[in-house]
């Protein structure tokens, strides 16, 4: 099984662990961290089964599945947590998600994110394409994605089903020719 360490300049990820557990409860049991996302806030209970699937998904081979606690490159606090998921059919592409504590918000750490997922993706993982879904109205996440490369494909109509309903997603994407590190 091979370790996910990946540094930028104020973020790093690195694989989740059982001590995340607190710390990503912060995240997926917050109401506004999680507004835009399919699925109401989490209980404690709920993070921890998420985090214990997220290192049993680590030990599998191939490995399809990297859930990744969002490091602060100072203090080494863990402030959001980051998904990357490979196409069982499309193994050359994989699908991003992330989410950040809200203290985090407004200070450009969303795109830095990105860029560190399209980093990991194009560079370590050796894919193709790298996309992401987000809300229409999660215009943060539209900023971030736009601003670390990624291009706009369009809507999905009724795409998630989410406490409030079916909701509509907007596709970014990047491919590995096309990116360039920024």
């Not at 109401?40 to 990297?66: G, I, K, M, N």
């Not at 602060?72 to 699908?95: F, K, M, N, Y």
Request: hydrophobic share 40%; net charge neutral; charged share 25%.
């Amino acid at each position: 099984m091979r370790r996910v360490v990946c540094n930028g300049e104020r973020l790093g990820l690195r694989e989740v662990t059982e001590a995340d557990v607190a710390a990503l409860h912060a995240i997926y049991g917050d109401r506004a961290a999680t507004q835009h996302m399919p699925f109401a806030p989490r209980s404690l209970h709920e993070v921890a089964e998420l985090v214990d699937q997220a290192v049993e998904a680590a030990s599998r081979e191939p490995r399809l599945l990297y859930v990744l606690a969002v490091v602060d490159a100072q203090r080494r606090h863990v402030i959001g947590v980051a998904r990357l998921r490979i196409e069982t059919d499309h193994p050359h592409s994989a699908e991003i998600g992330f989410g950040l504590h809200p203290d985090q918000w407004g200070r450009g750490i969303g795109t830095d994110l990105v860029r560190l997922l399209l980093s990991f993706g194009f560079k370590q993982l050796g894919l193709h394409r790298v996309w992401g879904a987000r809300s229409p109205a999660n215009l943060p996440a539209q900023l971030a994605m736009l601003t670390a490369g990624m291009v706009e494909e369009g809507r999905i109509r009724h795409h998630v089903h989410t406490p409030g309903g079916w909701r509509d997603s907007i596709v970014h994407s990047a491919i590995e020719g096309e990116w360039t590190e920024r």
